[in-house]
């Protein structure tokens, strides 16, 4: 068993360019404020160990009782040695290199690639898994490991004897065309060719034969003749042409049935190579190539061919060669353009024969161990070391164990799992252990690009696989690092953790699976937590090494680091992580510790990791870490636990200190707090006493707007400590003041203790500081109760009562009165009575909306809440009313009144009924008193209207003449619903028909819908003496003359609906004789009628329920104007002779014009006489 874990790591000549720094980020505040906090390892003061060496911090491991190793695999130690190990102590902070003796076999291993330890410390496995070892022309990758004694002494190594390079034994039968189409001088070059292949292979285990063909076949030697030959090579100097025709398919069947035979000395074991040499298309072959090709494949021979000359530019002749040739075409047919240039394909052929790669081809060499890189991981068995191979089989991968006494064992899948080809499989490895059975857990994080880890458990001898599981992300090395966790310390492993540190996401780079071992036959799944780092870095390369650190937090379950050796800009980073009670990791980080908090210039810190022992001599756990160039080691720190302890005295408030009735004098004693604070550690350590800085602050009643009780030092609710404490108890007494006059007494006063702490440096220890528990209570409360009124029993019994009644009116008309006042009374008349509440159930229709209480003489003012409730119920709703909460006292009384708002739309039907019922916490049972039902009556307000139209028939007039005619006319009348429900109406329209017997109008009634139920009857009038009736109000309606009643039931009049009637017939005249009026009125009304016993019309309203039409009649006189005409026209003769005897009285008609021309006649302008009478024109200029 290993100290800690496998880490991921890159070779050197793995590490590529894409190992590219990150853009640094500023730290979230969560992580700065985890850092703050200062969590279980030491950041102040680590020990830094620092060497040139190339590679130095690659691996480290924890080693003895104070010191560590750490390797520098990429270090040049002499020619051809790579790789040394370092002790580094860490009393003296110094490191010194190990002078080991290396087998001179290990050519280049670098040495500390991977470094491993036992338990108990007493061997150390250092491994270089880069050994380079020579067999012929190709260069093998192994691996060469150093076990080490306690003081570092070379125990043995491994593997235990150096590998012999591989015998690959290959028998090759050159078959050569001794054609007559072959000249003798080509003839020559194609037998230089074969004895330059025949030196090529000198030094290998391959042996040849030769065989020529014409028409005739001739073999020249066999492997038996060239086995025994001195000088194989002078084999080939006597042979002979023989010409002749080109029998190709008969030649090859011949070499495969004679000399791969045993009798020509072919070996079972040996590869098969046939080299076909020719120059042409077969001629005259009675054989085809089809006859014999097959059964050459079925003795596993590998064919070439080669093609000399022009003729092979032909398409027939390459399908030939083609055929002669195995597949792949590419690797096994080679075309020269004469044999000159054999030569050229000597060098080609070779390689072809002894391929690295190829293993594709079944016939091709595939490699077992050859490049295995023994030891790229190593871990420490209870049986022996356990080196990862990755390279082997093709770098499929597996494990070499070691075990002390018997063979080594090769623990793989190759064999059994095709698909495992790439996989890397013991690029990491790993113990687990179950009920004292030992399994091995392998990484491949190559399989199939996602990756793969493998589950090995010994059975009967052999180790066979168990569980495997598979990672899920492409190019994410799921399997690259692992690490078996026992979280509670039984010696049964509980988990495996799993790395992929090149898992991609936006922000983060790399994750860690928590794979819970599988039980019995049950599949392998990671249900687990995942552990992942901070965001901000996606190449942090998180998981790339891991280690199970031990319990540094002093819960008792191990604790593990993982670390991220390319977090901000390839600086690094390291996280731990706490193991839970469920036998699990959490997924959230404690402590994430940075480079840059450590050492200027760090960097791929976190590429390695040790923990699990303590090397300062303090018994706390320590964890190495490699860095480039670096090796750090961190110390865990001591871990302290605070536990609070709060005692009163007395143990409750004496109720002669809370109860009063009036406004005390102040503040008065309530007694006192005994607060104990108790440091204890929880890590073992050889500290010794440690001193710690605790703060801690006191508050009573916290929360409150107004507290209860306050510190008599402080004289308010909150008093702060600063002390330095040692380990062990820490009381103080703090005395305790009521203010003023409590009300709740229920509730115990709360003291709250909130306090935080600090470690002291511990000079002794290089100032190392212990820390308070993650997770540890820094806040404590405890409870100071009220002394409660229960007399000897301590139970509280209240005797409560309660009435109710309404103030207003005595009927809730809904739709009018928008607000019901009930006014409660509650009482109690028993023991103090707490939690006291009355809870109201009433109809959906109504809704609290406040309570107001009423002042009592010599009471103190109720403390009323009230709040709605729910009742369970759709149509019914609750409210709670506490009284005087939490204490309503013995003898106690309260009047208050609850206001309820009435919906304009609600249906409560005829009657309301409030029930209200009076409880509290003491659960007595219910009583009449209790209980109160109150029931009130209830009605529906509306508003509804009719109205008459303009649109009615006002005015008619009629002559004597008329007196026997009719005239149709209209009363027109609207109904509208203007209230906020539905209504069931009747409408009755009046109109007079019938006056003494004289018919006065023929009325119908026109309504809005055919549907709507309407009737009519006759009504006397009520008076019968309608001539003394008339003259006082000439108004006829049916007070005075029979009447036509119309009822119409409107079964529900809608909302805001508009209903039109119209009464309408001819009118007579005749009736208007009996009257003696020139002018009279017929009038007609209309009525709504309600249902008052349901519906009351709005206050105020009533008017619109009724309304009448009238049509003025008013009879016209009709005049004789004979005697009108006559009379005027005399009267105006008179006149026109009185005016003309009165002109003519004063000369009006008398000529004075003699007169004037007798008293006038020089001036007379009278009448022209026969002189100036003359008709000529006067001489007037002419214009021109």
């Known amino acids: ?46 020990v830094v160990f620092q060497e040139d060496g190339a590679g130095f911090g690659q691996s480290v491991v924890q080693f003895g009782k104070s010191r560590i190793i750490v390797g520098a695999p990429l270090e040049v130690v002499a020619a051809n040695q790579t790789g040394r190990l370092y002790s580094c102590a860490v009393t003296t902070g110094r490191c010194q290199p190990l002078s080991l003796l290396v087998s001179p076999e290990a050519v280049n291993a670098s040495l500390g690639l991977s470094l491993a330890a036992s338990t108990n410390h007493s061997r150390l496995l250092a491994c270089g898994p880069t050994m380079h070892k020579t067999c012929g022309e190709n260069v093998h990758l192994e691996g060469s490991c150093l076990l080490l004694g306690p003081n570092l002494q070379l125990l043995q190594m491994f593997p235990v004897a150096p590998s012999e390079c591989p015998s690959q034994e290959v028998d090759i039968a050159f078959l050569i065309d001794g054609s007559g189409s072959i000249s003798a001088e080509d003839f020559e070059q194609m037998k230089a060719f074969v004895r330059a292949m025949m030196v090529k292979f000198q030094g290998t285990h391959t042996q040849f034969a030769l065989m020529q063909y014409s028409n005739l076949m001739k073999t020249h030697f066999t492997f038996t003749q060239f086995r025994s030959s001195p000088n194989p090579q002078k084999l080939v100097e006597p042979i002979v042409q ?56 079925r003795e596993g021979i590998t064919r070439y061919a080669i093609g000399v000359g022009e003729d092979f530019l032909k398409a027939a002749a390459q399908r030939e060669l083609s055929a002669i040739g195995s597949p792949p075409e590419g690797d096994h047919v080679f075309k ?64 070499f164990l070691y075990p002390t006494k018997t063979p080594p064992t090769f623990i793989n899948m190759s064999q059994a799992n095709g698909d495992m080809k790439d996989s890397y499989l013991g690029y990491s490895t790993e113990l687990a252990f179950r009920k004292g059975v030992q399994s091995l857990v392998l990484g491949a994080p190559r399989h199939k690009h996602v990756g793969k880890v493998v589950l090995f ?43 992929a540190p090149h898992y991609y996401e936006q922000t983060r780079g790399g994750q860690v699976s928590v794979c819970p071992l599988p039980r019995r036959r049950t599949r392998w799944h990671c249900e687990g937590a995942v552990l992942r780092g901070v965001q901000g870095h996606p190449w942090a390369r998180f998981g790339a090494a891991l280690t199970v650190l031990g319990d540094v937090n002093g819960d008792q379950l191990l604790d593990v680091a993982v670390g991220a050796p390319g977090e901000q800009e390839n600086r690094g980073a390291v996280y731990l992580f706490h193991g839970t009670s469920s036998l699990g990791i959490s997924p959230t980080h404690s402590q994430r510790v940075m480079a840059t908090q450590l050492f200027p210039g760090l960097q791929h810190f976190g590429q390695a990791l040790s923990g699990g022992q303590d090397l300062t001599g303090d018994r706390l756990l320590d964890l190495a870490v490699g860095a480039q160039g670096h090796a750090l080691l961190l110390r865990s720190r001591p871990v302290l636990t605070v536990g609070v302890t709060t005692q009163f005295s007395p143990v409750e408030v004496p109720k002669a200190k809370h109860q009063c009735w009036e406004q005390g004098p102040g503040a008065l004693e309530a007694g006192a707090a005994t607060v104990c604070l108790t440091i204890h550690k929880s890590s073992v350590d050889q500290l010794g006493d440690v001193q710690s800085s605790v703060r801690y602050d006191l508050a009573l009643d916290p929360g409150r707007l107004v507290s209860r009780a306050i510190f008599d030092e402080t004289k308010n609710s909150t008093l702060i400590r600063r002390q330095t404490l040692g380990l062990g108890e820490h009381c103080e007494t703090l005395k305790l003041l009521l203010t003023d006059c409590v009300e709740d007494m229920v509730n115990p006063i709360i003291l709250r203790l909130n306090f935080s702490l600090v470690g002291e440096p511990i000079p002794s220890f290089q100032n190392l500081r212990p820390m308070m528990a993650e997770g540890s209570e820094d806040f404590f409360t405890a409870q100071f109760p009220f002394e409660k009124d229960c007399g000897q029993d301590q139970l509280c019994e209240g005797d409560l009562g309660i009435r109710l009644s309404f103030s207003g009116p005595q009927t809730l008309v809904v739709g009018s009165i928008l607000e019901l006042n009930v006014t409660v009374t509650v009482w109690n008349v028993g023991e103090d009575s707490y939690g006291s509440v009355i809870s109201f159930c009433y109809p959906a229709g109504l809704s609290y909306r406040r309570v107001l209480g009423t002042q009592q003489a010599h009471q103190r003012p109720l403390r009323l809440s009230c709040e709605a409730a729910p009742s369970g119920k759709e149509d019914v709703k609750s409210s709670r009313c506490s009284i005087n909460h939490p204490v309503f006292r013995e003898g106690s009384k309260g009047i208050f009144t609850v206001t309820f708002d009435v919906s304009p739309k609600a249906t409560l039907g005829d009657r309301l009924l409030l029930r209200a019922n009076a409880s509290s916490e003491n659960n007595k049972p219910p009583t009449s008193n209790t209980t109160f039902q109150l029931e009130f009556p209830v009605k529906y307000a509306v508003y509804t209207v009719i109205s008459r139209q303009e649109e009615s028939t006002k005015y008619l007039n009629f002559s004597t003449s008329d007196a026997t005619s009719q005239r149709e006319i209209e009363h027109r009348y609207r109904v509208n619903n203007l209230s906020q429900r539905d209504l069931p109406i009747s409408i009755v329209f009046w109109a007079p028909i019938l006056l003494d017997g004289v018919a006065v109008w023929d009325v119908i009634l026109v309504a809005p819908s055919q549907s709507l139920p309407c009737v009519s009857e006759k009504h006397p009038p009520q008076h019968a003496d309608f001539q003394n009736q008339i003259p006082g109000s000439p108004l006829l309606d049916c007070t005075l003359a029979h009447c036509q009643r119309f009822r119409c039931a409107v079964p529900s009049f809608g909302l805001q609906e508009e209903l039109d009637f119209t009464l309408k017939g001819n009118l007579s005249f005749s009736w208007t004789r009996q009257t003696q009026q020139k002018k009279v009125a017929v009038l007609s009304a209309a009525e709504i009628l309600l249902d008052t016993s349901v519906y009351s019309q709005l206050p105020g309203q009533e008017a619109f329920l009724r309304t009448q039409v009238e049509t003025v009649l008013e009879e016209l006189e009709v005049h004789d104007p004979v005697p009108l005409v006559v009379g005027s026209s005399v009267g105006g003769l008179l006149l026109l002779g009185l005016i003309t005897a009165a002109l003519r009285r004063v000369g009006f008609f008398k000529r004075q014009y003699k007169e004037m021309l007798v008293d006038h006649p020089a001036e007379d302008t009278g009448p022209l006489s026969e002189k100036n009478s003359s008709c000529e024109a006067p001489d007037l200029p002419l214009s021109s």
Request: proline letters at 3%.
């Open 242 to 297: 023989l010409r002749g025709l080109t029998y190709t398919a008969t030649g090859i069947l011949t070499v495969v049935r004679q000399l791969f035979h045993r009798d020509s000395g072919a070996r079972q074991s040996a590869r098969k190579i046939l080299v076909v040499i020719t120059d042409g298309q077969k001629y005259k072959d009675s054989l085809e190539y089809s006859d014999v090709i097959p059964e050459a494949e």
């Open 457 to 499: 458990t010994p059975s009967l001898g052999q180790w066979r696989l168990k569980a495997e599981v598979t990672g899920t992300q492409i190019g994410s090395y799921f399997g690259a690092s692992l690490c078996s966790v026992d979280v509670d310390g039984d010696r049964n492993s509980d988990l495996v953790l799993i790395g």
């Open 1 to 46: 068993m290993v100290v800690g874990c496998q880490d991921s790591r890159k070779s050197w000549f793995q590490r590529t360019s894409d190992d590219t720094d990150t853009p640094s980020c500023t730290p979230t505040c969560t992580s700065v404020l985890a850092f703050c906090r200062g969590f279980n390892l030491d950041v102040e003061a680590p």
């Open 336 to 399: 020269v353009d004469n044999f000159t240039a054999l030569g050229s394909v000597q060098k080609l052929l070779h390689e072809r024969i002894f391929t690295v790669e190829g293993t594709q081809v079944t016939q091709a060499t595939t490699f077992r161990h050859e490049m295995s890189q023994e030891g790229f991981s190593a871990v420490l068995a209870t049986d022996g070391p356990v080196l990862g191979a990755v390279g082997s089989f093709s770098w499929s991968g597996g494990a």
